[in-house]
């Protein structure tokens, strides 16, 4: 009896303490970042996996493409305006 009554207690411990580490707030908004050479130029990607995919060809990127400068320069000008 008393090693249930030790396993209960323990048990309910341990669930309370489970219940209360799921309750972290955390919010779903994130500042949007700068435009970067590192990220990948998404357009080019959708538009060469559109054509590929319209004449049948599957499409492995092993290193995708990423922007070039003048493309963030101008990524920057647009947002700068705004």
């Known amino acids: 009896m008393n090693a249930s009554l030790r396993m209960a207690v323990l ?3 341990v669930l309370g303490l489970a219940a209360c580490a799921g309750t972290e707030v955390r919010p779903a ?4 970042k700068q435009p970067s050479i590192m990220d990948d130029d998404l357009a080019y990607i959708a538009y060469v996996e559109r054509e590929a995919r319209r004449r049948g060809i ?3 990127w092993v290193n995708s493409p990423r ?3 003048e493309q963030v320069a101008k990524e920057t000008q647009d947002t700068d305006e705004k």
């Not at 908004?29 to 949007?32: H, N």
């Open 58 to 60: 599957e499409v492995v």
């Open 11 to 13: 048990s309910l411990s």
């Open 67 to 69: 922007k070039s400068a």
């Open 29 to 32: 908004y994130t500042e949007p």
